[in-house]
């Protein structure tokens, strides 16, 4: 995948950029693996505006994923590789033995007509999903489940790799690609490789409206505002805010700690940051 430019015929198309899409084989979606997928507008469920940023955008389909990769033994080939509106990296349309088809997370280099499986004694290839107990020392690995049997949790959006550093007792310790390591049981499964779509990040917005279309409203700084919408707004002229920077809410918003779930604690061996 590259990033593809325009000829600055407009002021927007100076900067705007987009993926080419390149890798994307078939333009429809599998209607069999396809799901409703209704846009909150940024409410909760009595109604009430939660979230003011949120709002808009194009309508989407959602694409049931495989994140369990349950289907021990059983290969199947890979069909399709497919663009997904509800996240950023690409999906594959795999066709196993017996007739089903199931969609899983495309990681770099899978190629239509590769072959796939999950299990203990699948082979270390990109695309293949083994337990952590059989995948060796240092292999980049990516949808990692944090239960056994509970469906991948981490490592799932574009080009996020995860490392696996060490294998002690009934756990295995993973860096994760925001530099924190943490203990995950050895029975969880994870896939081999780096997810695809690397590039996303260098993907630029270029103009607001395209924002729009991501479901993403004007977002203003709360010092721009009045007294009666931001605990930091007022004030004459460009006033500095006269408080520890916060949210709405007046929650406070640079290094205050939100993690409140104690009993996962000691699974963590370095933290992020």
Known sequence: MAVKNYRPITPTRRFLTVADFSEITKDRPEKSLLAKH???????????????????????????????????????????????????ARIA???????????????QGLSVGQVISAGPEAEIKPGNALPLKSVPLGENIHNIELKKDGGAQ???????????????????????????TRKVSIECYASIGAVSNPDHQNVIIGKAGRSRWLNRRPHNRGVTKNPVDHPMGGGEGKSAGGRHPCSRTGLLAKGLKTRVNKRTQKFIVRRRK
């Open 154 to 180: 981490l490592v799932r959006s574009a080009g996020g790799a995860a490392q696996l550093v060490a294998k002690e007792g009934d756990y295995a310790t993973v860096k994760l690609p925001s530099g924190e």
């Open 38 to 88: 209704a846009n909150t507008g940024g409410r909760n469920n009595y109604g009430r505006n939660t979230n003011i940023n949120k709002g808009g955008g194009h309508k989407r389909r959602y694409r049931i994923v495989d994140f369990r990769r349950d289907k021990v033994g059983i290969k199947g080939t890979v069909a399709a590789i497919e663009y997904d509106p509800n996240r950023t």
């Open 93 to 107: 349309l795999v066709v196993y033995t017996d007739g089903e088809k199931r969609y899983i997370l495309a990681p």
